[in-house]
C-alpha cells in the first residue's frame, strides 16, 4: 500500500505564524471572525490530540496574538521576530528539528507573505507541508488566492480546518470523540451544528450519552 498523504496526529507538527490583531485589519480574503475562529478550531484539536504546536509573532510588543489562540495554550511564548520569513529564524527551524516530525501545517497572516514564504521554504528543506487555507488570510481576495496556488504549485497540500480535524479524528470510536463532537460544535459552523445533530441522535440510540 503507498504511502498516505492523510495527516495523522503522531507525525506532524502545527506552525501558527503571526495571527495578531494588527494583521487582522489589513484582512481583506476571509471574514476576520471566520480566522480567528478557524485558527482557534485547529489549535484546539492539535491540543486535544497532542500535536506539537508553536505560535510565532512578529513585532509582539505592538500588537498581541489573538487571545482566543493564546488560551489554548496560556503558558506557550511566541517566538517573537522581526523577519518576514519565519523560517528563516533559527530557532524556529531548531524548534522544527526537535520535534522529529516531517510532515508541518502551516496557517498564517498574511497567506501572500508570512504564510507563503515559510511553506515554501520548508518545502526546499525537504518538509511535507500542508497549508490550512481557512485559518489564513491575506490583504485581497487575489493575494490569497495566488498565494495558495503559488505553494501549491510548490509541492504544498491544502486543506480547509474542518478537514484538518476530521484527519485527526479519523475514527468516531476513539475515546476523544466527544470532545472533539463539541469542538466541531462550537467552531464547525453549519458542518459542525450538522455533525453535533447526528451525534446526539447516536447517543440518544445507542443510550451513551
Known amino acids: 500500500m503507498a504511502k498516505s498523504s492523510l495527516i495523522t496526529a503522531d507525525e506532524h507538527a502545527l506552525l501558527l505564524i503571526d495571527h495578531q490583531f494588527l494583521q487582522l485589519l489589513a484582512l481583506r480574503s476571509h471574514p476576520n471572525e471566520t480566522v480567528v475562529n478557524n485558527t482557534t478550531f485547529i489549535a484546539k484539536a492539535a491540543k486535544e490530540f497532542k500535536v506539537p504546536t508553536l505560535f510565532t509573532t512578529a513585532f ?5 496574538l489573538f487571545e482566543e489562540v493564546q488560551a489554548v495554550f496560556p503558558d506557550q511564548k511566541p517566538i517573537d521576530r522581526t523577519g518576514l ?7 524556529i527551524r531548531d524548534w522544527v528539528k526537535k520535534t ?15 504564510l507563503s514564504m515559510p511553506v515554501i521554504d520548508a518545502l526546499a528543506d525537504g518538509y511535507e ?20 496556488q503559488r505553494m501549491v504549485q510548490a509541492g504544498a497540500q491544502p486543506l480547509v480546518a474542518a478537514g484538518y480535524v476530521s484527519e485527526l479524528m479519523r475514527d468516531w470510536a476513539r475515546p476523544n470523540a466527544d470532545a472533539v463532537a463539541k469542538l466541531f460544535a462550537e467552531h464547525g459552523g453549519g458542518f459542525g451544528q ?6 446526539q441522535l447516536l447517543g440518544l440510540k445507542e443510550g451513551t450519552r
Open 194 to 199: 450538522g455533525l453535533r445533530w447526528e451525534w
Open 100 to 114: 522529529g516530525k516531517k510532515k508541518l501545517v502551516m496557517a498564517g497572516l498574511w497567506t501572500e507573505v508570512c
Open 60 to 64: 509582539a510588543e505592538r500588537q498581541a
Open 129 to 148: 507541508v500542508y497549508i490550512v487555507t481557512d485559518a489564513s488570510g491575506g490583504g485581497s481576495v487575489e493575494g490569497h488566492e495566488r498565494a495558495v
Open 85 to 91: 520569513n519565519s523560517w528563516d529564524d533559527e530557532r
